[in-house]
């Protein structure tokens, strides 16, 4: 029986505390805009960015939560927070998407529409700003871990979009075709339900206790039966914890003469050089084990 190198998450610096705040106000200006603009482009932008310091919350608290050790109630501490959120997260992103996108459709059948055009290149000029200075603290960190990345490329791809959003409300400004607007929403509204559909799928995935999805087990188990000393390999599991830690349990049957430390040291070595896999739990059985 094995267990080893247990990882620990990276310590939470002050970026994600300014991340958190500067996109509150991000969401703040572009639900103050939506009011008294009435574009709803722009309410589902805000949405979208209150996802994004949802996310950004949890993210801070998960780094908070998984510093506290194991005890005898919850031998896994709190690692499965992350995911858990993530699930929940992606639900309601999911709902409120679909509600925009029937919003937007309904629209459509609206008559005298009017969007303050002006005011909605004032409020995507702030959230361009914001989300800039948001990147540009994000920058030297986004390679300490895989949080902070996926912060930084979210908020990049933000400030991406709004470059690309504010062509058309310039378009709008002065061409008054305020279907645009609808349509922008609509638009936004299907790359964030993919999105969403990405994380609920990532998320169920690891809850399920599935074969992680970059992994062949069938493949892993023909391995390590070509192993010198294994004679068969039965009651495999491999599955994440969160989405950085994979566990490994087997059943190994290995010959008489085997050295089972030595077994046992193999194997952990070609399951974290080629899997990355670093807590395994191994049962050693010989051929006259009954």
């Known amino acids: 029986m094995s267990e080893h190198n247990h990882s620990h998450a990276p310590n939470s610096k002050n970026w994600l505390i300014i991340s958190i705040i ?12 939506w009011i008294l603009s009435w574009s709803l482009a722009l309410l589902s932008d805000a949405i979208h960015n209150l996802s994004d310091v949802i996310s950004l919350i949890f ?11 194991w005890d005898k109630k919850h031998n896994f501490a709190f690692k499965r927070a ?9 639900i309601a992103l999911i ?32 959230w361009f700003l914001w989300n800039f200075v948001s990147i540009f603290f994000l920058f030297k960190e986004k390679e300490d871990n895989l949080n902070k990345k996926s912060a930084y490329l979210h908020l990049l791809y933000d400030t991406i979009s709004s470059v690309i959003v504010v062509i058309w409300w310039i378009i709008i400004y002065f ?17 964030v339900i993919k999105s ?19 992994m062949d087990l069938e493949k892993i188990i023909n391995d390590l039966k070509n192993m010198p ?20 349990s087997s059943h190994i049957l290995a010959l008489e003469n085997a050295d089972k430390d030595i077994l046992i040291k193999d194997i952990n070595k070609y399951l974290h050089d080629n899997y990355e896999i670093h807590h395994t739990s191994l049962q050693i059985e010989t051929l006259n084990c009954k």
């Open 175 to 191: 061409t008054w075709y305020f279907i645009i607007d609808l349509i922008a929403s609509i638009i936004i509204s299907i790359f």
């Open 59 to 69: 993210s801070f608290v998960w780094e908070k939560l998984s510093k506290k050790p």
């Open 229 to 248: 000393w294994i004679k068969d390999i039965h009651q495999t599991h491999i599955w994440n914890i969160d989405s950085n830690d994979i566990f490994f």
């Open 22 to 33: 500067l996109n509150s106000w991000i969401v703040i200006a572009e639900f103050i805009g």
């Open 95 to 126: 709902l409120i998407w679909f509600y925009i996108i029937y919003e937007a459709i309904g629209r459509f059948y609206l008559q005298n529409i009017e969007i303050n055009s002006s005011l909605m290149l004032i409020v995507w000029f702030i």
């Open 196 to 214: 969403g559909f990405q994380i609920f799928k990532s998320s169920l995935h690891i809850l399920m206790q599935w074969v992680p999805e970059n």
């Open 82 to 90: 992350e995911v858990i959120i993530a699930f929940v997260n992606a």
